[in-house]
């Protein structure tokens, strides 16, 4: 079983940053692949980014490039969200997510995991 908490979730002014961080803990493997996810008040959940074993590989949603960066401590068996020129259109609450290779379902839909925290609110004001 794996346990996933997120931290640091808060308010933050239009085109501040604030930095996420997910610990784990249970049978966690530097194999394994971590997301990020979001729901908005009153939509779906939608994917964020998410990062490969060893940092091989980041993918992120239109959305969030070139200002969001997902990386792994796996010394820690952290994931941090390092969001950027957040906006108003990025408050939601937001979940870390987490699955045991190998991948049966795209890394970009929330099928992809096994495993989820509880979410951290992000609020960002205008």
């Known amino acids: 079983q794996v346990l996933l908490v997120e931290s640091w979730g808060g308010v933050v002014q239009a085109g501040g940053s604030l930095r996420l961080s997910c610990a784990a803990s249970?049978?966690?493997?530097?194999?394994?692949?971590w997301g990020w996810f979001r729901q908005a008040p009153g939509k779906e959940r939608e994917f964020v980014a998410t990062?490969?074993?060893?940092?091989?590989?980041?993918y992120y949603a239109d959305s969030v490039k070139g200002r969001f960066t997902i990386s792994r401590d796996d010394v820690k068996n952290t994931v941090y969200l390092q969001m950027n020129r957040l906006k108003t259109e990025d408050t939601a609450i937001y979940y870390c997510?987490?699955?045991?290779?190998?991948?049966?379902?795209?890394?970009?839909?929330?099928?992809?995991?096994?495993?989820w925290g509880q979410g951290t609110q992000v609020t960002v004001s205008s």
């Open positions: 990062i490969t074993w060893n940092s091989a590989n980041t």
């Open positions: 997510a987490a699955t045991h290779p190998p991948l049966k379902k795209p890394i970009q839909t929330e099928e992809g995991y096994h495993y």
């Open positions: 249970g049978r966690i493997f530097s194999s394994d692949v």
